[in-house]
């Protein structure tokens, strides 16, 4: 860790997924942080270790706090986010250069296969390379993702990238991060949206039915929720090459 100006902590922890010989295979398998039960199932497969975070800061955090990051040789940040860049558009993809957290900047690994990416675009998927910023709370106002955007430059915001990075740096392993856009930057977040989670991360349709029989005014942005959020999952599970056991991430020197 080194330290800049105004005592802005900058951690480096994006070293290279397959570093060491050639010619001997890290067995250990890649962590990969969620937030929701959706982008657990997509990422799930051999070679890694998914858990999901149910979109609770600090129950992700529990559940770090019961692993042996020895047995990792990895950890990745692999979901939706929100977008505060108001270029992006629901179903682009970020991949992380960096995690900006209060003062604390994480330096993230990068996707190294242009050809994935490549494929990816021609897929009509616009991935980009940028930061995204780690939260608490979810950033649900338009006027809140652009104060966001603006302090801190970042493409995207989530609230699990910052603590998986972090998890990483204490133990010493290397990070990395890919995120797709759910809502753009010009779209606020349904009060609904936001607590209609379960614990488990599914998604409490009953309480969104007695939401909406509360409110019906609130169908149309839940709807346009909904739809980008789909969009975001079908980008994402097109997105999966890129976290396959780590394979196509490497260091930065950002």
Not at 166 to 177: E, Q, R, S, V
Request: glycine share 10%; hydrophobic share 45%.
């Amino acid at each position: 860790m080194t330290w800049g100006a105004g005592a802005a902590a900058i951690v480096d922890n994006a070293g290279d997924l397959n570093s060491g010989d050639l010619n001997q295979v890290d067995p250990r398998p890649v962590l990969i942080v969620t937030g929701l039960v959706q982008e657990a199932r997509i990422a799930a497969g051999p070679g890694m270790i998914v858990i999901c975070s149910s979109s609770d800061p600090q129950q992700l955090r529990a559940l770090l706090a019961t692993l042996d990051s020895s047995t990792f040789r990895g950890v990745i940040s692999f979901g939706v986010a929100g977008g505060l860049d108001p270029s992006l558009k629901s179903g682009d993809v970020v991949v992380a250069t960096e995690v900006l957290s209060g003062d604390t900047r994480f330096l993230a690994g990068l996707a190294r296969n242009e050809e994935m990416i490549a494929s990816a675009a021609l897929r009509r998927r616009r991935v980009v390379r940028g930061g995204l910023a780690g939260v608490e709370q979810v950033i649900a106002a338009t006027a809140c993702k652009a104060a966001l955007h603006s302090e801190t430059g970042a493409a995207a915001v989530d609230m699990e990238s910052h603590i998986a990075a972090a998890y990483a740096a204490k133990a010493g392993i290397p990070f990395a991060a890919l995120r797709v856009i759910s809502d753009p930057a010009s779209r606020s977040l349904p009060a609904l949206a936001k607590s209609a989670i379960k614990p488990n991360g599914d998604i409490d349709v009953r309480k969104v039915l007695r939401g909406l029989a509360r409110n019906p005014r609130t169908l149309r942005a839940l709807v346009s929720t909904g739809i980008d959020f789909n969009r975001a999952l079908r980008s994402l599970r097109g997105c999966r090459g890129f976290i396959s056991g780590g394979e196509g991430l490497v260091a930065t020197n950002a």
